[in-house]
């Protein structure tokens, strides 16, 4: 790569609101930056597109770290969450059309299809894809929201775990938007920077894990960035997630080895049985529901 093409990729100011940030720590040799004005935090080498293809290529979901550990295992965690969200969206929103952005396998798509929503899932990881359209039977796209195009228009747009890590924000929201039929809604989960957890463990938070991660939000943040696309929040909450044990190991062992006393401890991790399922309590994750408002 040549020296032109890497400043392009430099994003120095805030992509939320534009102003000034200043660098707060390096983690993967990438720099983290927060805003001055909003205290978005935010990578400051954007990932290119082969990187994101690379992220995806498999490896996410099935290496140990930043992505999930065998995330096929995850699966009745997943319709777990897939019915919470389901039910959560029964308080505001008559079932319609949905698309789910980041949709991997389509478990949780698949639990909203059994609610009486009809919709189908964007993905960037062929394999993962083609899986929920042959075992589980969803319609699923191969791709990323920045990429996406189609004619089709959305009651909702479903993000779980997929803003922090689209890699150019703003032309993915601008999809979102653009997919979102007047008076829709975007249900978005994400982690929240600001929470008890993620500030206690400072950079040694788990979510900071670039390139995969490119964003961390607050509430108030996410909310500011949605008002830029005309959305409004209408509710916001904790989801109830549980881990099984080999994805809490996973998650306890990447954050252990960032610290040299953390080392030893990582073989005591193997004590925890794999398919016992422990809440996640971090409290470090949340959603909101935005209605389009024009
Ligand atoms: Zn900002």
């Not at 890497?6 to 720099?31: A, E, G």
Request: with cysteine; net charge negative.
């Amino acid at each position: 790569m040549d020296l032109d093409t890497n400043l392009s990729l430099l994003q120095l100011t805030c992509p939320i609101c534009d102003r000034s940030s200043v660098r707060l720590f390096r983690k993967n040799d990438y720099w983290i930056r927060e805003c001055d004005r909003c205290h978005h935090q935010f990578t400051e080498q954007q990932p290119t597109t082969k990187d994101v293809s690379d992220i995806y290529d498999g490896q996410y979901f099935q290496g140990d770290g930043a992505g999930y550990v065998d995330y096929l295992a995850e699966a009745d965690l997943l319709q777990q969450l897939g019915q919470y969200y389901a039910e959560q969206l029964g308080f505001y929103v008559l079932p319609g059309s949905v698309l789910d952005v980041g949709a991997a396998a389509g478990f949780i798509l698949k639990e909203l299809l059994q609610s009486g929503w009809q919709g189908e899932g964007l993905e960037p990881n062929l394999r993962i894809a083609e899986f929920g359209q042959q075992q589980l039977d969803l319609k699923m796209t191969v791709g990323t929201l920045e990429n996406y195009q189609t004619l089709e228009r959305f009651d909702l747009v479903m993000m779980i775990q997929a803003i922090q890590h689209f890699y150019n924000l703003k032309l993915a929201l601008h999809t979102a938007s653009r997919v979102t039929k007047p008076g829709g809604y975007w249900l978005i989960e994400t982690w929240d920077r600001s929470s008890l957890w993620a500030r206690m463990r400072g950079r040694n938070w788990h979510a900071y894990t670039p390139p995969s991660r490119c964003h961390w939000f607050s509430p108030p943040g996410l909310e500011r960035l949605v008002a830029e696309y005309g959305f409004q929040e209408i509710a916001r909450g904790s989801p109830s997630k549980w881990m099984n044990g080999q994805y809490r190991k996973s998650v306890l062992r990447y954050q252990l080895m960032d610290k040299g006393w953390g080392k030893p401890l990582v073989q005591g991790l193997n004590l925890i049985p794999d398919p016992v399922k422990t809440p996640y309590l971090g409290g470090d994750i949340f959603w909101g529901l935005y209605q389009k408002t024009v």
